[in-house]
């Protein structure tokens, strides 16, 4: 039930920065935790970071601890994923994604309820 409009992505330098944005909509379902992967070619598709509404807990993938940041705007009812200090190995498409219940932190691709369009990263070295 819940919708999700993402927006962002595009090219950057390594070392850049780019912001990551998912709208939720849907009633209820627009408060299930939500979260990002990401998906290069040949790869499976991977857990990058997820945040509880309820608590503002955040989760991140060892890979990008310390670069990447989940944040909310409450006002908006969306979802950023704010990416510093990029490498091309980041390069990937990325996808918002909201969990499949209330109770589940969306960390694996079976959690999910709901997916976003998806949007290319492509970080140039």
């Known amino acids: 039930q819940v919708q999700l409009v993402e927006s962002g992505g595009g090219l950057v330098q390594a070392g850049g920065s780019l912001r990551l944005s998912c709208a939720a909509s849907?009633?209820?379902?627009?408060?299930?935790?939500m979260g990002w992967f990401r998906q290069a070619p040949g790869k499976e598709r991977e857990f990058v970071a997820a945040l509880n509404w309820s608590n503002g807990y955040t989760y991140y993938a060892d890979s990008v601890k310390g670069r990447f940041t989940i944040s909310r705007d409450n006002a908006k009812n969306t979802v950023y994923l704010q990416m510093n200090s990029l490498k091309p190995e980041d390069t990937a498409v990325y996808y918002c994604?909201?969990?499949?219940?209330?109770?589940?932190?969306?960390?694996?691709?079976?959690?999910?309820?709901?997916w976003g369009q998806g949007t290319q990263v492509t970080v140039s070295s």
């Open positions: 994604a909201a969990s499949r219940a209330k109770i589940v932190i969306p960390r694996s691709s079976s959690t999910v309820g709901s």
């Open positions: 849907g009633r209820t379902f627009s408060n299930y935790p």
